[in-house]
């Protein structure tokens, strides 16, 4: 008991000096006004005296304000309150067996906020508390220690209801212990707010510069929409999209970035106009309504196809092609068909399955180089299965390998408006299918050129 009561006037002695250091957060100052009720602890065991601090009709209650309180909120949830409570003694069984007897109280307690363990509510604050006071009853007083629970509950930032129980026992025993609860508004003020701007130093980013509450204390000098420390134009009133800086033109380009500021203009130009399109902006392009490249000025080559031969020359002026066929692309020669079929019949796919067993891209790529080297070619994919399994499931299977190797060498750049699938089954044998050997020659691929 004597090392409780050294903690209690050593708590006491500690939060009065850090009152003068403490840090002072929003609204620091609470005052509060309310009823308390006192409850004398009949018993000692737990549970019977939890039944009587919930009434056993011994509760003492003033109808009236009888308990106010002032606080101020130290560092690191710890705050201390101040209160004067008064309350008749009306139901006194153990104290003379008299009634009316009059009770008042001074305390003094160090509350902590277990929010700073659970994390902020901010519309719910528990706390515990420890502290000590003093107490008299009919003129009889001492020195007692408290130690209790309670909880604020805020309506709003400033306005709130305070809710508190606990313990109250003498320190040389003279009064009985006893229980004190009380309930109450609560009102904080007294947040500090440095640059007067509204907005209290804990919200305030800019905390010596005056601000808008829209920006957490913080400036817009141009008054844009973009507060000034994400403004690249913090004096000039611009679009939030732009970083806080003007686009005069309106093309997506702030002017301080803008070669054309009062030219609407694509980004790839820097801001300036390109109205042929063609890479090279107006002030530069001597054909401005034809495109052609920047090597010409922006005036359009007479090689349309870029096949190195001029259109005039060139009886494909629209596709590249070969000087030996007069601008058109090379048709295609016996040698490349059978290049084709050769890589064709070396295509291999698992058993069963549509998939490309390894080596089969080499083969692809070959069929692909010839493919590229005659762009105007057109060509049939056609693919064959042997007799084994059903004749629908083959045919299916034929399809998916025809349009499988269709689906890479369109992934690969080939047109796909080049090349036509299709599956044939077990139809169109070129070999018996009694022996494996004449299975396996026919469970082939075939590309046929077409055009």
């Known amino acids: 008991m004597k090392v409780l ?107 902590y906020d277990l929010n700073n363990l659970i994390g902020d509510t901010s519309w719910f604050d528990p706390f515990v508390y420890l502290g000590g006071g003093y107490t008299s009853i009919d003129s009889e007083g001492e020195g007692v220690y408290n130690v209790g629970i309670g909880f604020n509950t805020w309506f709003s930032e400033n306005l709130g209801l305070n809710f508190q129980t606990g313990t109250k026992d003498g320190f040389s025993d003279k009064l009985m212990i006893h229980y004190q609860t009380s309930v109450g508004l609560v009102i904080k003020f007294g947040g500090n707010d440095t640059d007067g701007d509204g907005v209290y130093d804990k ?24 507060k000034d420390s994400d403004d690249a134009c913090p004096n000039v009133a611009g679009l939030a999209a732009m970083n806080g800086c003007p686009d005069a033109d309106g093309d997506g380009i702030a002017d301080k970035d803008d070669m054309c500021p009062n030219a609407k203009g694509a980004k790839a130009n820097n801001g300036c106009p390109d109205s042929d399109g063609d890479g090279v902006v107006d002030k530069d392009d001597k054909c401005v309504s034809q495109a052609g490249p920047a090597a010409n000025a922006g005036c359009p080559w007479p090689d349309t196809d870029g096949d190195g031969i001029l259109d005039k020359d060139d009886k494909c002026p629209s596709v590249a092609g070969v000087a030996s066929e007069g601008g058109c692309p090379e048709v295609i020669s016996n040698k490349a068909i059978m290049g084709i079929d050769t890589f064709a019949k070396a295509i291999l796919f698992y058993t069963d399955k549509a998939t490309f067993k390894p080596g ?13 080297k005659f762009p105007l070619s057109e060509f049939a994919i056609r693919g064959y299965t042997d007799t084994t399994g059903s004749i629908s499931g083959n045919l299916k299977l034929s399809e998916k390998r025809a349009n499988a190797i269709r689906n890479y060498l369109v992934e690969k750049g080939i047109d796909a408006s080049r090349l036509t699938a299709k599956g044939f089954g077990q139809s169109n044998p070129i070999d018996s299918n009694d022996t494996r050997a004449g299975r396996a020659n026919n469970r082939r691929v075939e590309v046929k050129v077409t055009n």
């Open 203 to 226: 919200d305030d980013a800019c905390i010596d510069v005056v601000g808008l509450k829209e920006f957490n204390g913080c400036p817009d000098a141009d008054g844009d929409g973009v």
């Open 360 to 372: 089969s891209t080499e083969e692809l790529d070959g069929m692909l180089a010839i493919m590229n």
């Open 5 to 111: 009561k050294l903690v209690v006037m050593a708590l006491l002695m500690v939060s009065t000096v850090n009152i003068t250091t403490a840090q002072d957060y929003n609204n620091p100052w609470a005052v509060g006004f309310g009823a308390n009720i006192v409850d004398y602890k009949m018993y000692k065991d737990f549970s019977r005296s939890f039944d009587d601090l919930l009434g056993n009709e011994d509760w003492n209650v003033l109808p009236s304000i009888s308990r106010i309180s002032v606080e101020k909120y130290l560092e690191q949830g710890f705050s201390l309150q101040l209160a004067g409570s008064m309350n008749k003694i009306n139901h006194t069984s153990a104290i003379n067996d008299e009634d009316g007897l009059l009770y008042f109280a001074v305390d003094a307690i160090v509350k």
